[in-house]
């Protein structure tokens, strides 16, 4: 099964998925980097009537930090603004070894579930999700208030 989850997080490493910032549009862009190990993501948000229309990412890091890139913005797309926060923390729970909810969670992402076993991997599995969910929690903020 773990070489089954290396060619799927190979695969988004190698051919990512949603790649490439849109320049010329009003997208939410969300940065961070985790300065431990050198990742850096910008991820842009586009929403439509409180539904994730579309999801890219630009950035450069490691296979763990680059595939999850991936795998986040195809796991986000065409849902509700809450719909994409429920599914983040699901990858969290996922990330920690914990029972996740498997109707929910992309069935790429479960690749990522040996992350949990190498605690220094977990900030590359998930800083563009905190990136995502950063930018979804501010729009259903500003939606809301």
Known sequence: ????YRQVIMDHYKYPRNKGLISDSKGLLIHLNNPSCGD????????????IE?????????SICC???SVMSVA????????GIDIIKQFYELIKGLPYNTDILFK???AFSGVSQFPARIKCATLSWKA??????????????
């Open 67 to 69: 595939a999850s890139a």
């Open 40 to 51: 850096e993501i910008t991820i842009q948000l586009f929403t439509y009537n409180d539904v």
């Open 108 to 110: 790429d992402a479960v």
């Open 1 to 4: 099964m773990q070489d089954l």
């Open 132 to 145: 995502a969910e950063k930018g979804l929690i501010s729009l259903q903020e500003a939606s809301h208030g």
């Open 54 to 62: 579309r999801v890219v990412h630009e950035g450069s890091g490691c």
């Open 76 to 83: 986000l797309e065409k849902h509700n603004i809450q719909e």
